[in-house]
């Protein structure tokens, strides 16, 4: 530890020091990313919420510890907690994890250095929470997870090649998600849903099935936190959410169809033109209303640096519970169609006064999730537009 100078940070109510580094990179000797403490902010109130539905201790796996700063804020900070295991296949990583658990004055934290794939299988069913958090994709993780995760368990999930699952680069999406990407408006949804879906369809080889507590996609960066529940009925049920979502390029009409071998239509009903698929993705809910009200609730009982955006996130998640899986972009329509952009307060107000349920998302701030079909939003954009 000697030859490096050392960084510490404070996050919650935990301190961690690393080897200081020059940029955020896999490079640096330990990672770590200081935009990523939202992310570790949300999994803390995350974590409480399911231990206090769960109303027994838990045992928490960090499957991808770096500098521990997961595993021992979980120990530090959520009551509850029975045992950490963090885990990280790098020696360096290993010698300050030990060190950041001593400086926290904690026990029952055990560290190890093993591939992440065998960690999981040596402790088969022993963990209440997996939160797996590498670099780039969980995919290659993911069929571990599915065989070693237990009844009732909650597993985390980060993925940072946002690139693949958006569909900038379709075919790394394929190839890691066995996905078709769409880059449309509402491609940061569509990649959580392809990220759902993949985990759904992986979990159901052990006959497994999700149910997604929150999720959320931020900067560069996407994450789930879901239920894993066991039988294979249940799993049965749960792939009937799998499904796709046809999009018109030209007119921005879309549907969704559910199914895994579903047809889907060619042409849009709207204009004619030639619809484009993505999928397989989840079509179920991506949102609960209940859970994310607990993790709120937990806010005040905690401190957290990013509180306030962890609050404004939560709101926005919480909100879109229940909504359709696709939103619309005012200024996409309104630059369709030629036109100037009217106040969005105004697009709201007017498609709740024509009985339209309509809320913001947290993925777009110029986006409407609604239940009214295309026409009818373009009609009230047109006529706000007009008497602008
Ligand atoms: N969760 C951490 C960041 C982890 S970065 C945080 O919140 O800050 C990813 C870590 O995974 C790195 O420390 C790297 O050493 C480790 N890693 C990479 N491949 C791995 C594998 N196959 N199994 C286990 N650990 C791995």
């Not at 399911?50 to 991808?64: G, R, S």
């Not at 020696?91 to 658990?101: G, P, S």
């Not at 809910?285 to 993790?295: G, H, L």
Request: net charge negative; hydrophobic share 35%.
């Amino acid at each position: 530890m000697d030859e490096y100078n050392i960084k510490t940070v404070e996050e919650g109510l935990t301190k961690i020091q690393f080897p200081e580094f020059d940029k955020i990179s896999s490079e640096a000797p330990v990672f770590y990313n200081p935009h990523m403490e939202l992310n570790r902010d949300i999994s803390i109130l995350a974590l409480q919420t399911f231990q206090k539905q769960e109303n027994q201790d838990i045992n928490i796996c960090d499957l991808f510890g770096g500098s521990g700063i997961r595993g021992v804020r979980y120990k530090n900070e959520i009551n509850g907690v029975d045992h950490v295991f963090i885990n990280d296949i790098s020696e360096t990583a290993n010698e300050y994890e030990r060190h950041n658990v001593k400086l926290n004055n904690l026990e029952d934290i055990e560290i190890f250095q093993h591939d992440a794939s065998m960690f999981l299988r040596m402790h088969r069913g022993e963990f209440d929470v997996i939160d797996i958090d590498p670099f780039g994709t969980p995919s290659p993780f993911l069929d571990s997870a599915g065989y070693c995760s237990r009844r009732n368990s909650l597993l985390c999930v980060t993925a940072t090649d946002t690139s693949a699952l958006c569909g900038t680069y379709k075919e790394p999406c394929i190839r890691k998600y066995n996905a078709k990407p769409y880059k449309s408006e509402y491609c940061h949804e569509t990649g959580i849903r392809i990220l759902a879906g993949f985990v759904a369809l992986t979990l159901a080889k052990y006959s497994k099935s999700i149910e997604v507590k929150l999720s959320h996609s931020t900067e560069h960066y996407m994450r789930l936190y879901i239920e894993v529940k066991k039988g294979s009925k249940k799993s049965d049920e749960c792939l009937k959410n799998i499904g796709y979502i046809s999009h018109c390029k030209h007119c921005l009409y879309r549907e969704q169809n559910k199914g895994l071998a579903t047809s889907t239509p060619d042409i849009c009903p709207e204009c004619g033109e030639k619809l484009i698929q993505a999928g397989p993705l989840w079509l179920g809910d991506i949102q609960n209303a209940e859970f994310i009200s607990k993790m709120i609730e937990e806010s005040e009982n905690k401190k957290l640096n990013t509180k306030e955006d962890v609050l404004k996130l939560l709101e926005s998640c919480r909100v879109e519970a229940k909504s359709p899986a696709t939103f619309y972009d005012v200024h996409k329509i309104c630059k369709l169609l030629k036109i100037s952009a009217p106040k969005l307060d105004l697009v709201f107000d007017n498609l709740e006064k024509e009985g339209f349920e309509a809320v913001k998302t947290h993925f777009n701030p110029l986006g409407i999730k609604t239940n009214a079909p295309l026409k009818k939003i373009k009609e009230i954009i047109k006529t706000l537009s007009s008497s602008n």
